[in-house]
Nanobody
């Protein structure tokens, strides 16, 4: 069992910055596929960022439209995943969720962009970007 708890959401002005946190507890693995998704009202839950944790290093990936603005990070010591939102725009307003699936290998993780690809989920944290 893996428990994920997001925090750090809130209201920010366009062009500002925000860092979301996802604290993990329970079973942990040196190789772990982890991701952030977001969902706005009336929209499907969409992939925002993904990270594969080798233990000693990690690789990350993003939708093309978000590259350069969003950054996924992890702190091994704190067992915490982060999402850094730089220069957020009103269109980024959504509920943000972190997700993880420790049983995906690197190749499987590389293809994981759908909510159904991940086994464990947090409760979500709301991000509202005002203009």
């Amino acid at each position: 069992q893996v428990q994920l708890v997001e925090s750090g959401g809130g209201s920010v002005q366009a062009g500002g910055s925000l860092r979301l946190s996802c604290a993990a507890s329970g079973d942990t693995y040196s190789g772990n596929c982890r991701a952030w998704f977001r969902q706005a009202p009336g929209k499907e839950r969409a992939w925002v960022a993904r990270l594969y944790d080798y233990g000693y290093t990690a690789t990350d990936d993003y939708p093309h439209s978000l590259k350069g603005r969003f950054t996924i990070l992890r702190d091994k010591a704190k067992n915490t995943l982060y999402l850094q939102l730089d220069r957020p725009e009103p269109e980024d307003t959504a509920m943000y969720y972190c997700a993880a699936d420790p049983h995906l290998d690197w190749q499987q993780c590389q293809r994981a962009i759908r909510p159904s690809d991940f086994k464990y989920w947090g409760q979500g944290t709301q991000v509202t970007v005002s203009s």
